[in-house]
Nanobody, 120 residues
Framework: QVQLVESGGGLVLPGGSLRLSCAAS????????MAWYRQAPGKQREYVAA???????NYADSVKGRFAISTDNAKNTVWLQMNSLKTEGTAVYYC??????????????WGQGTQVTVSS
């Protein structure tokens, strides 16, 4: 079992910044990547960014140049630095870990989410 705990959400003005954290614990083996997703009210969950243990990053076009994902492999922690936030960034942000278990079977584990509200 893997547990993910997100933190750092809150209310921010348009143009402001927030930094989200996600700490993974439990039976963690062979991480392929960790990622952030978000789900706005009435919309489907969408991909935001991902990072591999080697530090390779990938971003959704909508956040490129404004968001930065980083990781500390020793702590199984991933962060999402969000700058120049827009009102459409209002959503619940979820952390996900994609890994392979001891039988080399891939699976995902999700956090409970943290609310980000961008509003004046």
């Amino acid at each position: 079992q893997v547990q993910l705990v997100e933190s750092g959400g809150g209310l921010v003005l348009p143009g402001g910044s927030l930094r989200l954290s996600c700490a993974a614990s439990g039976s963690i083996f062979n991480i392929d990547h960790m990622a952030w997703y978000r789900q706005a009210p009435g919309k489907q969950r969408e991909y935001v960014a991902a990072i591999s243990p080697a530090g390779t990053t990938n971003y959704a076009d909508s956040v490129k140049g404004r968001f930065a994902i980083s990781t500390d492999n020793a702590k199984n922690t991933v962060w999402l630095q969000m700058n120049s936030l827009k009102t459409e960034g209002t959503a619940v942000y979820y952390c996900k870990i994609h890994m392979y278990d001891t039988k080399n079977i891939p699976y995902d584990s999700w956090g409970q989410g943290t609310q980000v509200t961008v509003s004046s």
